[in-house]
């Protein structure tokens, strides 16, 4: 058989492969690159919004195969995502909006889904604890439950409790230690993201703990270390490189966080520096290439670009 022959049939028997697949829906959790080919390289043609729905009907690799709005396009395997329909087992199930409540909105099903990460599904089920977590005595309010949050589980109460002995209830119980100077300058990032989206809002304040001044940057479980250095340069590009560590936060409780050669870190860094440029595109819609991140990405192959070396 010529090589010619050879390489024909192994595309052949690739097409089929791909194609044979039973199709199937799932919902993104976020917004989600869709790409024209499966590999990070291949152009973005479109994005996904967080809740919309997608039909799979084949698959490469880590890449699903989509059918959108007559369009074939590509989507990575590993962003969160929840299988729905008939035929969907109970292992597919990751999202409380299956669960335990009624979902309609790109919000409450981003909501349904981090509630499943941390086991809060059963609401109906979950006691709330008395006082003095609940409510002082005199009515007073003395817990961050009473504030906006939304209480469910004994241990969401402790936290709002301690929380507002902390005078910590404007972030969720995000902590911000350091200068006054870096203090000002995370809460004006944050406030930034509160008012022109929502959506990456809740996406940073969900997963970290605390946000503290350090001599060098780097994320440490739910504590994200930060020089003052970022502070100095305003409060879009701090915005943006808080959603960047809490793109890695997300995939270390996911289990997906890889670090260990150069081919795993140059994978996290180009996919979570991908989540920031989507943030950045919400803040700065008309900047193509905001702080040259555009730039560092179409060339993060290059030593000289990759800034975690």
Request: charged share 20%.
């Amino acid at each position: 058989m010529t090589r010619k022959g050879l390489v024909i049939i192994v595309v052949a028997l690739l097409i089929r492969a791909i194609a044979s697949a039973q199709p199937y829906t799932v919902r993104v959790t976020y917004n989600t690159n869709l790409r024209a080919s499966f590999g990070l390289d291949a152009p973005i043609v479109a994005v996904a919004v967080a809740g919309e729905t997608l039909t799979v009907f084949g698959s490469h690799d880590k890449w699903l195969k989509i059918s959108r709005n007559g369009r074939e396009v590509w989507m990575a395997d590993w962003v969160p995502l929840t299988r729905v329909g008939a035929e969907q087992a109970s292992a597919d199930i990751n999202n409380c909006c299956f669960v335990d409540r009624q979902c309609a909105t790109d919000q409450e099903w981003t909501a349904g889904y981090w509630a499943y990460q941390n086991q809060q599904c059963g609401a109906p089920a979950q006691t709330q604890l008395s006082t003095p977590v609940s409510a002082a005595a005199d009515g007073e309010v003395n817990n961050c439950c009473f504030t906006g949050w939304q209480c469910v589980k004994d241990q969401d109460w402790h936290r709002g409790f301690y929380a507002f002995q902390q005078n910590r209830c404007k972030h969720r119980g995000l902590a911000i230690e350091g200068s006054d100077y870096f203090v000002a300058g995370i809460e004006a990032a944050l406030e930034l993201l509160q008012s022109e989206s929502s959506y990456w809002y809740q996406y940073a304040i969900t997963v970290l703990d605390r946000i503290k001044e350090n001599n060098d940057s780097h994320l440490h479980g739910k504590t994200f270390n930060l020089t003052v250095a970022h502070v100095e340069v305003g409060a879009h590009w701090l915005a943006g490189v808080i959603v960047h560590d809490a793109c890695h936060a997300h995939r270390t409780n996911a289990g997906l966080f890889r670090y260990e050669t150069p081919e795993q870190k140059l994978f996290e860094e180009r996919l979570c520096l991908e989540v920031q440029l989507e943030a950045l595109a919400m803040l700065l819609p008309g900047d193509s290439n905001p702080f040259g991140l555009r730039t560092t990405l179409e060339n993060i192959h290059d030593p000289a670009y990759q800034w975690w070396n």
